[in-house]
């Protein structure tokens, strides 16, 4: 397979990537609009916060097993040995219900520690731990790794659709029939065990669930048949941990130092900034499985004229984000969640400029997975997230939810230059070493 052709495979998966998440991003608007004006904005903070600690908990805890699929499953099928893929997609899936178990025991523990977090009445305590229980037993990084490495991004895009659309019924039926705290939770809950449901049901129109099932379980063959697969799980759950800290730790220190009001205003902002800069985690996706393919068939020439092509178009999209975020952004809040969230139009600059950054970068990450620099892309992360919770304590007591802001802006200008740095390094050394060979 040419390297044109490999990348317009990357253009294929985006297009479906894009046209599920294009669904998902305006569903989300509608949806989140729906909870804000029902609960308004101490409500809305709350539901925000307690979702919130929901997501890190599991984020905490999980593996993105996804990209040890695609690379080592890529490698196996290749070889012509799909018995090791099946040992591989089912020791994924076992992780993934560890991690559920381990993600439970912390629920517990939260609770006990602090029986009605965010200052939500008791009532709704109950409500709070069935969500996050089903945060945690939701994981699907494995079936989504399936339909990834088979190159079905037209069934991942159609479970990736489940999601928004049952969130979409579910604030439906809460603003009508329970409109409060509990009912939004609970939408949200089914949502997501809805969504669960169809990843494992799309990936079972592959043959390989079946085969997964079918195989039997022998994790020393995994290890042998996967070389690193350990060092590999740890560093991807360091920088899920590392991505998590820089998008849930600023809303959660929001919600300590300036209180559910302002947590309210800061989610509305960063969830129209996660909105309108959706495109680099998309490009990331589309493109991780043929980048995994041209590292290994394609010249190191080829391989980074194609890079500097999506670089330049991460560039473009970036700008465009940025430009239709100052002009419209105020416009945009109000009419989602009213008139009391206008004044976080100064926080969705920040975050938005946060996101175009990520975008415009978004290719070094993917890249440095697959040239084996995952601990160089690691400690990258590490230094931004460290630089960015450090200028958030420093400002937030000062000027609060902006403080926050800037915070994020930060962090991702310092995860940009340092991936680009690494990524440079390995590019300038390599081709030292081509040019003597």
């Given at each position: 397979?040419?390297?044109?052709?490999?990348?317009?495979?990357?253009?294929?998966?985006?297009?479906?990537?894009?046209?599920?998440?294009?669904?998902?991003?305006?569903?989300?608007?509608?949806?989140?609009?729906?909870?804000?004006?029902?609960?308004?904005?101490?409500?809305?903070g709350?539901?925000?916060?307690?979702?919130?600690?929901?997501?890190?908990l599991?984020?905490?805890?999980?593996?993105?097993?996804?990209?040890?699929?695609?690379?080592?499953?890529?490698?196996h099928?290749?070889?012509?040995?799909?018995?090791?893929t099946?040992?591989?997609?089912?020791?994924?899936?076992?992780?993934?219900?560890?991690?559920?178990?381990?993600?439970?025991?912390?629920?517990?523990a939260?609770?006990?520690?602090?029986?009605?977090?965010?200052?939500?009445?008791?009532?709704?305590?109950?409500?709070?731990?069935?969500?996050?229980?089903?945060?945690?037993?939701?994981?699907?990084?494995?079936?989504?790794?399936?339909?990834?490495?088979?190159?079905?991004?037209?069934?991942a895009?159609?479970?990736?659709?489940?999601?928004?659309?049952?969130?979409?019924?579910?604030?439906?039926?809460?603003?009508?029939?329970?409109?409060?705290?509990?009912?939004?939770?609970?939408?949200?809950?089914?949502?997501e065990?809805?969504?669960?449901?169809?990843?494992?049901?799309?990936?079972?129109?592959t043959?390989?669930?079946?085969?997964?099932?079918?195989?039997?379980?022998?994790?020393?063959?995994?290890?042998?048949?996967?070389?690193g697969?350990?060092?590999?799980?740890?560093?991807?759950?360091?920088?899920?941990?590392?991505?998590?800290?820089?998008?849930?730790?600023?809303?959660?220190?929001?919600?300590?130092?300036?209180?559910?009001?302002?947590?309210?205003?800061?989610?509305?902002?960063?969830?129209?900034?996660?909105?309108?800069?959706?495109?680099?985690?998309?490009?990331?996706?589309?493109?991780?499985?043929?980048?995994?393919?041209?590292?290994?068939?394609?010249?190191?020439?080829r391989?980074?004229?194609?890079?500097?092509r999506?670089?330049?178009?991460?560039?473009?999209?970036a700008?465009?984000?940025?430009?239709?975020?100052?002009?419209?952004?105020?416009?945009?809040?109000?009419?989602?969640?009213?008139?009391?969230?206008?004044?976080?139009?100064?926080?969705?600059?920040?975050?938005?400029?946060?996101?175009?950054?990520?975008?415009?970068?978004?290719?070094?990450?993917?890249?440095?997975?697959s040239?084996?620099?995952?601990?160089?892309?690691?400690?990258?992360?590490?230094?931004?997230?460290?630089?960015?919770?450090?200028?958030?304590?420093?400002?937030?007591?000062?000027?609060?939810?902006?403080g926050?802001?800037?915070?994020?802006?930060?962090?991702?200008?310092?995860a940009?230059?340092?991936?680009?740095a690494?990524?440079?390094?390995?590019?300038?050394?390599?081709?030292?070493?081509?040019?003597?060979?």
């Amino acid at each position: 397979m040419t390297a044109r052709s490999r990348w317009r495979g990357v253009l294929a998966n985006l297009g479906w990537l894009l046209a599920s998440n294009a669904l998902m991003a305006v569903l989300s608007l509608v949806y989140i609009g729906m909870a804000t004006r029902t609960l308004g904005l101490a409500d809305f903070g709350r539901f925000a916060l307690i979702t919130g600690t929901a997501q890190t908990l599991a984020m905490l805890v999980s593996f993105e097993t996804w990209k040890v699929v695609v690379q080592y499953g890529l490698a196996h099928e290749g070889a012509g040995n799909p018995r090791a893929t099946w040992r591989l997609e089912q020791a994924a899936a076992l992780i993934e219900v560890c991690s559920a178990g381990v993600g439970i025991g912390l629920v517990i523990a939260l609770f006990l520690l602090w029986p009605t977090p965010f200052g939500m009445d008791s009532a709704v305590v109950p409500f709070a731990i069935g969500y996050a229980v089903v945060q945690l037993v939701t994981l699907r990084s494995t079936p989504t790794g399936i339909l990834r490495m088979r190159d079905r991004f037209r069934l991942a895009a159609m479970a990736d659709s489940v999601q928004p659309i049952g969130r979409l019924i579910g604030a439906s039926l809460a603003q009508w029939f329970w409109p409060d705290l509990a009912g939004f939770l609970l939408a949200w809950a089914v949502a997501e065990l809805l969504t669960l449901a169809a990843t494992w049901a799309l990936a079972a129109q592959t043959g390989d669930v079946r085969s997964l099932l079918a195989a039997t379980f022998d994790w020393r063959a995994v290890r042998a048949e996967n070389p690193g697969i350990a060092r590999v799980l740890i560093s991807t759950n360091g920088r899920s941990t590392l991505g998590l800290a820089a998008r849930q730790a600023p809303l959660l220190l929001v919600g300590g130092f300036a209180g559910a009001e302002a947590a309210g205003a800061f989610r509305l902002a960063a969830q129209l900034a996660n909105a309108l800069s959706k495109l680099s985690i998309l490009l990331t996706r589309a493109a991780f499985p043929e980048i995994v393919r041209s590292i290994r068939s394609a010249s190191r020439a080829r391989f980074r004229s194609g890079v500097l092509r999506l670089g330049l178009a991460c560039l473009g999209a970036a700008g465009a984000v940025m430009a239709l975020v100052a002009v419209s952004g105020h416009d945009l809040l109000v009419l989602v969640g009213g008139h009391d969230f206008g004044a976080g139009y100064i926080y969705l600059l920040w975050l938005a400029g946060a996101g175009a950054i990520e975008l415009a970068a978004a290719a070094f990450e993917p890249i440095l997975l697959s040239v084996h620099r995952a601990l160089s892309a690691t400690v990258a992360r590490a230094v931004a997230v460290a630089l960015q919770i450090a200028l958030m304590l420093v400002l937030l007591p000062r000027i609060g939810a902006l403080g926050a802001s800037i915070s994020v802006f930060a962090g991702s200008v310092a995860a940009s230059v340092l991936l680009g740095a690494v990524l440079w390094h390995y590019a300038m050394r390599h081709g030292l070493e081509e040019a003597a060979t």
